[in-house]
Every structure is written in structure tokens, then in C-alpha cells.
């Protein structure tokens, strides 16, 4: 099991932009595929974007593309999520995810963090 722990969420202006850090520990993080997905109030948690072990591959949904990058310190077993142009539509909760099979499983990991709030302001 590795132990995940998302910070950097905060309350932004619309068009502004922050950087989500998630932590792990307990296990080498290189050893994981690593996704950020999203919660906001009344709705199903979304996927956001997701990276390969290596670092050499990421995904992004359709509604970030262009304005989040995924990537990771696998040195700091840090994975990081830098969100720019920020909408009110993004608001949420932020969770990040961790799975040794690979970037497809990482929607049914068992492993997830606590999450971090994100609230953009209009």
C-alpha cells in the first residue's frame, strides 16, 4: 500500500492558477501509474489526468486539456498537478490516485488520498 496526501488547494480568481502536490509514502512511487481525479458537490468524481510510471506518458480529459500538466518528481515521490486558466467549473475536490497496474486502473485503485479543495471565484 502506498499512502497518498494531496495539498496546495485554495480558494482562486478565475483565470488564475495553482499547483496540487500529492505525496506518497510507504512504497516507492515509481513503482505506480498516478491520476488526479475530481469531485464537485452533487456530482460523480471525474477523471482529470493521469501519468505512467516513467513519467513518459499522460492523459488528460477533455474539459482540462491545455490548461492542467500532470507530471511527477519520482526522486520526491511527488506527483503534481498544475492547473492554469481556472474556471468556476473547476471547483472540487481533488483526490489523487496510485495503482501498480498501470494508468487504465487507476479509476478502481483502492488507493487514494484524502483530498485537497479547490474553489475558483467568478
Known amino acids: 500500500q502506498v499512502q497518498l496526501v494531496e495539498s496546495g488547494g485554495e480558494l482562486v480568481q478565475a483565470g488564475g492558477s495553482l499547483r496540487l502536490s500529492c505525496a506518497a509514502s510507504?512504497?516507492?512511487?515509481?513503482?505506480?501509474?498516478m491520476g488526479w481525479f475530481r469531485q464537485a458537490p452533487g456530482k460523480e468524481r471525474e477523471f482529470v489526468a493521469s501519468i505512467s510510471r516513467s513519467g513518459g506518458s499522460t492523459y488528460y480529459a477533455d474539459s482540462v486539456k491545455g490548461r492542467f500538466t500532470i507530471s511527477r518528481d519520482n526522486a520526491k515521490n511527488t506527483v503534481y498537478l498544475q492547473l492554469s486558466s481556472l474556471k468556476p467549473e473547476d471547483t472540487a475536490v481533488y483526490y489523487c490516485?496510485?495503482?501498480?497496474?498501470?494508468?487504465?486502473?487507476?479509476?478502481?485503485?483502492?488507493?487514494w488520498g484524502q483530498g485537497t479543495q479547490v474553489t475558483v471565484s467568478s
Open positions: 510507504g512504497r516507492t512511487v515509481s513503482n505506480y501509474a
Open positions: 490516485a496510485a495503482d501498480r497496474r498501470g494508468v487504465s486502473y487507476l479509476p478502481v485503485s483502492d488507493q
